[in-house]
């Protein structure tokens, strides 16, 4: 004569399993051991509790029949959705396309992903879920460096293909375009205003271009670096535009008279991304060997401190306060570092 079991595995399910009475109490030990050991002792934890709460309403079901099984099911529901743990942030985005830049939307919760087919695609996000609401076919090449613009309405694009691209953002349609921009493929590209936006090239040219102005020509254009530019940055009474480089050196372009201002020594190093702190009295930069040069304001020809970071390239910085930067590192991590004193804080994501 068997024996009706009942166990709950790891996902909360119940499984029924018959069992021959002359079984060994060795054998069921043996065979619950093995299951204990591929399962956390979180889990174990709860399969503990939800059974035992299986097994009060087993003994309800000897006196209630049908009714005290029903009951069970609501109680084991209710269990696991008690223990199901809440995310504090979206859900990883799986691309099938190598991702060369990711910028984020404004005003609202949307990403935008550029990718080396020449594509961009919108991601509605939330900490539960990612969703596609639409793939843009924009340039031939690699789409390079995206931005958004103040007001969220319009996505500008720059590409390998040496084309600007400036796209409707709810309708997906494009609103301007720019062929042949830069007589090189394009770096980056970075929003300054309603009516500015500014760009680098592999060569280490630096174009400015006016909304306001008709046809394809840009209003300033300064070429002082050998190599890319990595990074361009204003600040809020946009005075200065800061431009990082592959070659080592910091540019500062005076953007009220849009004329050349000053040139920083060469590093040994590229210089890869650049961020404002201190209400935007200083100035830090990347580097591509992990440290962190730090300007005085109007002292852009030589950093005041070096902070040295990980052994592996900063491809980016974000400031998170007007102490605090997040960098992100070539190996995939995002690390914390506290600027004023400076010290490490610890890794924040991978």
Request: contains cysteine.
């Amino acid at each position: 004569m068997g024996i009706s079991k009942k166990y709950v595995n790891a996902d909360g399910s119940i499984q029924n399993e018959q069992e021959d009475s002359d079984t060994s109490d060795s054998d069921s030990d043996e065979s619950m051991s093995g299951t204990d050991e591929e399962i956390s002792d979180e889990d174990r934890h709860n399969i503990t509790q939800e059974t035992t709460t299986q097994e009060v309403d087993e003994n309800s079901d000897n006196n209630e029949g049908n009714g005290g099984e029903e009951e069970e099911d609501a109680v084991i529901k209710a269990i696991r959705e008690a223990s199901a743990k809440k995310r504090d942030h979206p859900p990883v985005i799986e691309c099938d396309s190598f991702v060369v830049d990711i910028c984020f939307h404004p005003g609202e919760d949307l990403l935008a992903v550029a990718n080396i087919d020449g594509d961009v695609l919108l991601y509605k996000y939330t900490n539960e879920e990612n969703t596609l609401l639409q793939t843009i076919e924009l340039h031939e090449k690699a789409c390079r460096s995206i931005d958004f613009s103040d007001d969220g309405n319009t996505l500008f694009s720059a590409s390998k293909d040496k084309a600007i691209m400036l796209t409707d953002v709810e309708t997906c349609k494009l609103k301007r375009f720019y062929e042949n921009s830069h007589d090189v493929p394009v770096y980056t590209i970075s929003v300054l205003n309603e009516n500015l936006f500014g760009t680098g090239d592999d060569g280490g040219t630096i174009k400015l271009w006016d909304l306001r102005v008709n046809g394809d020509q840009s209003i300033f254009s300064l070429k002082k670096n050998e190599d890319y530019i990595s990074n361009i940055l204003t600040h809020s009474n946009e005075k200065y535009l800061f431009c990082s480089s592959g070659d080592g050196s910091l540019t500062t372009i005076d953007l009220k008279n849009r004329k050349f201002f000053m040139q920083s020594e060469e590093y040994e190093e590229e210089l890869t991304s650049l961020g404002l702190f201190r209400d935007e009295t200083k100035l830090l930069a990347s580097s591509s060997k992990g440290n962190l040069f730090l300007y005085n304001w109007n002292e852009f020809g030589l950093h005041s401190d070096m902070f040295p970071g990980p052994k592996t390239a900063v491809n980016a910085i974000v400031p998170i306060t007007e102490n605090i930067v997040v960098t992100a590192c070539e190996d995939g991590v995002l690390r914390a570092a506290h600027l004023f004193p400076h010290r490490y804080l610890g890794i924040v994501g991978r």
